[in-house]
């Protein structure tokens, strides 16, 4: 199973972005997806997370307000909308797939090789 990741770019500060997570083995409806970043020298963090139930979104308050996750299903497709871009933003982001997760966890079944984004200052 292969989640592919695109999006990604060179941003300046105050702009925005708009991540693709696509999947073509599984159906992504049935998936809690979460975003994840790491940044150099960095450990990797989560950004946010659709629960396969609902379609409810958790964000940490570092990107609450910013980002939004949504799904569009006929298109088997996980976005990541990031608004008001800040330097501290840069990183490779990752999306990643748990088969009936509500995000409360960390084990997911399934990970994208990563999208950069860069944000100039």
């Known amino acids: 199973v292969q989640l592919v990741e695109s999006g990604g770019g060179l941003v300046q500060s105050g702009g925005s972005l708009r991540l693709s997570c696509a999947a073509s083995?599984?159906?992504?409806?049935?998936?809690?997806i979460g975003w994840f970043r790491q940044a150099p020298g960095k450990e990797r963090m989560g950004v946010g997370c659709i629960s396969s139930q609902d379609d409810i979104t958790y964000y940490p308050d570092s990107v609450k307000g910013r980002f939004t996750i949504s799904r569009d299903n006929t298109k088997n497709t996980v976005y990541l909308q990031m608004d008001s871009l800040k330097p501290d933003d840069t990183a490779v982001y990752y999306c990643?797939?748990?088969?009936?997760?509500?995000?409360?966890?960390?084990?997911?079944?399934?990970w994208g090789q990563g999208t950069r984004v860069t944000v100039s200052s």
């Open positions: 990643a797939a748990e088969q009936w997760g509500l995000c409360g966890g960390n084990t997911y079944d399934h």
């Open positions: 083995e599984i159906v992504l409806d049935y998936y809690a």
